[in-house]
DNA sequence: CAGTATCCAAAAAGATACTG
DNA sequence: CAGTATCTTTTTGGATACTG
């Protein structure tokens, strides 16, 4: 640190502006909701799980994308990578609590996405049905 | 629409799914946990704006940014779009009720996010600390 | 197994200019 | 004002190969 006299950002006050860039949380919360973010909290929500199993559970992510979101998680403090000793290797990743009550409302926000797709749905097919394809 | 026979994704039932590529909650998470979904919804939570004054408010999101974000949401029923009459033009931007659910979970995801930020801070020092910054 | 390194293709971000 | 069009520059993504 060293005192860095940035005329800084967001309170984390009454008001709360992760809208303001420069906004410290925002590039956090950007790593949680993002591409792969969220989808990779979710896949270790019920538990610890090594790469491989991982990046089965998150169908369709690379290799390098899973590895690049599970350090910029585990920097955060989100996820915990635990190194297994011995050969060939045998590593777990694991929610810290941090993450796991973090992957708690993220849950909720996917459960109530996926309750509502009907509606969804419906409003996708609205849209359509009103706005030229590409003219 | 015509019977696709999609040996389809993620039943809405007990087990979700959104892991599953294919799945059709998938992409409608993304649009609102993306880069600037979950800012824009999130710009829009305390009332109606117009284009301008949300883009002022979602700082750093560029013009083109902002309206394929409002074009992605208004489709998937978030938002509504609501061009008013008259010269020049004053088109307002609010959340539908389920634009507005939404984004209360958003809301309590950036909320407590921000509220554990020292975690998160004393997280990636201690990171930085006992990781190569870059060889 | 758990990654890193590379290279290429595709997509997204940015800046600028222009129209109804 | 509220966007669209266009062009350039950066970031991603995906596939393949290689190492401890």
Redesign the pocket.
Same mark, same amino acid.
């Given at each position: 640190m060293s005192a860095t006299s940035t005329p800084n950002p967001c309170p984390s006050a009454p008001r709360f502006e992760v809208l303001a860039r420069g906004c410290v949380s925002r590039p956090v919360l950007e790593h949680i909701t993002g591409?792969?973010g969220a989808l990779t909290l979710l896949g270790l929500r019920e538990g610890p799980l090594?790469?491989? /199993?991982l990046?089965r559970r998150v169908d369709?992510? /690379?290799?390098?994308?899973l /590895?690049?979101t599970?350090?910029a998680l585990e920097r955060d403090g989100f996820v915990h990578?635990d190194?297994g000793e011995g &050969?060939?290797?045998?590593?777990? &990743?694991r929610l810290t609590e941090l993450g796991a009550s973090t992957t708690a409302l993220l849950y909720a926000l996917a459960d109530h996405v996926e309750s509502r797709m009907p509606d969804v749905l419906a409003a996708q097919a609205a849209y359509d049905r009103t706005h030229p394809p590409r003219?």
């Open positions: 591409r792969w090594r790469f491989s /199993a990046r369709g992510i /690379a290799e390098k994308a /590895a690049q599970l350090r990578r190194p &050969y060939p290797s045998r590593v777990e &990743y003219p």
